[in-house]
């Protein structure tokens, strides 16, 4: 849906303003001719000698201007270092790759060291044939590459009782989104043989680290598009990513996607474990909870101007972006809403969506000023769209922490800073 304020009008809109804006850089430009600017007519200490050699950069850090882009906790939310959760710095990033040094990871008993040589993988329950596999077998099957993202259940979870953290990083950065590469799980199941009946079977799936984390998949999904994955981005997973193997469940909540990933039992049914009970499940208003909510709905939120993202270019041309996702399969657009939510215009998506990844989005627009009450949704290729927080509250009440997936409002203020709001 959009108003009259029309993609196309928004994008002439913009033009114009960054006519008017170039106009004023060539006069202010033309003003200070007279007045050399030393960044321009003097050599400066970066031209003048040489920079550092390759062996003096550590591996994977950033140049130090950009040393605040970090992944980030919460303490009052982290108990300890062992059991962590670590937030990306969304508001921080463009296009749609996280980065493997500042992609969210969550883990349970702490990050293991375990070596390529020591790792071992079983298969077994009921199969035909139970398989270990060490790291070299693996890499000796036909692998994939995807891109998917992972969302912890929790995401957004501390909005559902009202805003509370300030920043799209704390909301909404219990995601990253890489490309993996990997084995099919389906291609190991066949390995070890599944035999004909493969009614009501499922897999469980446990880690090696203390915690095990253990998770039960419907057959169904295993056989479809679940990754035994051991590169992100191109390289070895990270300590934190469950190196030297990790399982990918696209579409799924990041709980599901066990790191260190040791054991995989084919089983006659859920086997109901503690992380599947006790944890991860939806409590409604009446006390009751959902037994099984898997699948991350279609998601959005604008990363800037945000928070940690405020207008400090004054007035003019603004790009307002942000990112989408679903769990349900691809992005086929985003509408952005200026007034928290009574009009709204149709954003640029920087590519075709991808599915279970996540979808780039931009309104280039410009900005006088005004107030706003910034807000974005998203739309999947089922039909799906993104609802209210108070929409989402009429069905299940203020009691979950999880599978949060409203639409977020920031409030703009003339000055150009924001803050978390919500709206009635």
């Known amino acids: 849906m959009s108003n009259d304020r029309t993609a196309g009008t928004s994008r002439r809109a913009f033009l114009r303003g960054s006519v008017a804006a170039a106009a004023g850089a060539v006069a202010a430009g033309s003003a200070r001719a007279q007045d050399a600017d030393p960044l321009i007519t ?152 599944l035999g004909d009946d493969l009614a009501d079977k499922w897999v469980y799936v446990e880690g090696a680290d203390a915690s095990s984390n253990g998770r039960s998949i419907p057959m169904e999904k295993a056989l479809d598009d679940v990754l035994v994955a051991f590169k992100a981005n191109g390289e070895a997973l990270r300590k934190e990513h469950g190196y030297p193997v990790r399982l990918v469940v696209p579409g799924w909540e990041g709980n599901m996607w066990v790191k260190w990933i040791r054991r995989i039992e084919v089983t006659s049914g859920p086997v109901e474990s503690r992380e599947e009970t006790s944890k991860y499940t939806d409590t409604l208003a009446d006390g009751t909870s959902r037994k099984w909510t898997w699948v991350m709905d279609a998601k959005s939120v604008v990363t800037s101007p945000s928070p940690q993202m405020p207008i400090t270019h004054g007035h003019g041309p603004l790009v307002i972006t942000g990112m989408a996702w679903s769990g349900h399969g691809r992005i086929t657009r985003v509408d952005v809403s200026r007034d ?44 799906y769209v993104q609802p209210t927080k108070a929409q989402l509250r009429e069905v299940r009440g203020e009691n979950s922490i999880y599978h949060n997936n409203c639409i977020q409002t920031w409030h703009v203020k003339a000055n150009g800073e924001a803050e978390n709001v919500e709206v009635s």
């Open 42 to 193: 003097e050599v400066q200490d970066w031209a003048s000698g040489f920079g550092a050699g390759v062996d003096e950069v550590p591996y994977g850090l950033p140049i130090e201007f950009e040393s605040d882009v970090i992944r980030r906790n919460v303490e009052w939310l982290t108990a300890d270092t062992i059991s962590s959760i670590n937030f990306t710095p969304i508001h921080a990033l463009d296009g749609t790759i996280t980065p493997q040094g500042c992609a969210f990871e969550r883990h349970h008993s702490g990050a293991i060291e375990l070596k390529k040589e020591d790792y071992r993988l079983m298969i077994n329950g009921l199969v035909e044939t139970p398989l270990v596999f060490t790291y070299a077998d693996l890499e000796r099957f036909p692998r994939e590459n995807h891109v998917y993202f992972c969302e912890c259940a929790a995401n957004t979870g501390m909005e559902w009782a009202g805003a509370q953290l300030n920043g799209a990083q704390f909301t909404h950065g219990m995601i990253h989104n890489m490309e993996y590469t990997g084995v099919p799980l389906r291609t190991l199941l066949a390995e070890a043989g």
């Open 340 to 383: 928290g939510g009574m009009t709204w215009e149709t954003a640029r998506l920087a590519n075709e969506g991808e599915n279970k990844a996540l979808t780039r989005f931009y309104l280039d627009t410009t900005w006088a000023g005004e107030e706003m009450l910034l807000q974005s949704r998203a739309m999947d290729e089922t039909g």
